[in-house]
């Protein structure tokens, strides 16, 4: 059972322009939701999180967005560079029921052409 | 360099083997995390360390797994008798103790021949 869910496998964009990473979650016991990004032999970098109690979290030209009644997140990338080429992780778990683990999604392949 | 640390970065090893990994968390980090990550898929969390307590096992963390934190600090997951299927890369993560944001390691890798 796939709890959280990245339909999309990967996402190519023009420099410059807007990349938007989505994905959705089943378990609606999830209160905190994570992006991470991954370079190939790496492990994931965190890069944005955002809490049940808001629906959008903005980090310079990272902002993810929830919305909890569709039980889907998005990543936005503005304006989108080169070195953002990277798979993109969604993550959740249930902060506030003091459960450590993280759901991971099983990723987003984003690929920014010059 | 202040962040999680994982030796060895690669092993290979033959069949029926025991590996065993080590991890060095943030160190003010008290909760530490052992994750495995399969081609094309996301992390999945095998076990979580709170100080020296291991208070969660994942399903995926059968008998021949362990994992150790015994003075609260460094971490070892050791693997006995390698089977092909664990061939994967292990992650291993660490947060403070709100707990809120996991960092992650660079991870080590892992291929039974």
Sequence with gaps: DQQVKQNSPSLSVQEGRISILNCDYTNSMFDYFLWYKKYPAEGPTFLISISSI??????????????????HLSLHIVPSQPGDSAVYFC???????????????????????? | ?????????????????????????????NRLYWYRQTLGQGPEFLTYFQNEAQLEKSRLLSDRFSAERPKGSFSTLEIQRTEQGDSAMYL???????????YFGEGSWLTVV
């Design chain 1, 54 to 71: 808001k629906d959008k979290n903005e980090d310079g030209r990272f902002t993810v967005f929830l919305n909890k009644s569709a039980k």
């Design chain 1, 91 to 114: 993550a959740a778990s249930r902060q506030l029921q003091g459960a450590q683990k993280l759901v991971f999604g099983q990723g987003t392949r984003l690929t920014i052409n010059p």
């Design chain 2, 1 to 29: 360099d202040t962040g999680v640390s994982q030796d060895p970065r690669h092993k290979i090893t033959k069949r029926g083997q025991n590996v065993t990994f080590r991890c060095d968390p943030i160190s003010e980090h």
């Design chain 2, 92 to 102: 291993c993560a660490s947060s403070d103790r709100a707990g809120n944001t996991i």
